[in-house]
């Protein structure tokens, strides 16, 4: 009995020296509270104090400035030029490879193999392309026999040094049961760059005729170095795919969003002000709980 009495003088006077003790049915920091002297009273944490709102304005990065390539500064294509129509004919007796742009290449069309630009030459189409380099977004594709969609479309791209890549896109999945003309596509997923370095290439059937109608997309137009604008140009109009209600729909411009204000608040301590009470911790059972248990 005297062991367990002293074991429990002990634990009282644990507690009694504990700060942060609480007991079970006590809330934290409570008429209990053990408030003793800590030595640096006058020294409290900010943390401790009335709290004042202070807004700050975020300084402007001067770097902004000098992004040329920045949305507004880039250029805008004219939606009546940025079309390339490209007619394929093969009145050979046997299938040929058409080629198309690879200026840098410069191969020659197989016998029987013509291709033309209606807008201006596949030549002139070759040469703008070294120096103005387009990306294609959107085609159709007519032909003459509707068997000319399960050959193939080969992206080629090769450099001066022999490194070839190439990529294959098939026709065939822009067919659909829905479309009334079988000899026509309109694919807006068909993309492609085309450089010097770039050629599109495709197995034509003997005597048959292909119509590409490309959609220029974005392009580099040198010329408006001489003035100082960005290289740059960008086709920003919906690209016409001949259905009414699908064009009326990408024609339609969406709602803004309201434009939203980023405002920074930071918490500034106030010197002077009454002790606010520390957030509640949570609970503990006391060694004295747990021994009358």
Known sequence: MRNNEEIMAYEDDAEDRFDDFVDEEEDF???DEDDFDTGFEGLEDG???EYEEVEYVGAIDEDDYYDHYA?????????????LTVVVKNTGGTDAEAILFGANEEAAQPAGVTVDVEESSHKEVREESKANPFKIQ???MSVSDPLQFDNVLKI????ATGNSDSKVYQPRNATSPQNFNSGLIDDNSFEADITGQDSIRTLVKAGATLVFTFTIKARANMGNLLKGSNVAEISRAPRTTGLPQLDLIQQKKAAKKPKLVRKIVRRQPVRGGKRRALPQRGRRIGLRRRRRR
């Open 156 to 159: 080629q791209r090769k450099t």
């Open 47 to 49: 943390y401790d104090d």
């Open 138 to 140: 959107g085609m159709k």
């Open 71 to 83: 949305k507004t500064s880039v250029g805008k294509i004219d939606p009546n030029d940025r079309t």
């Open 29 to 31: 920091y409570g008429e």
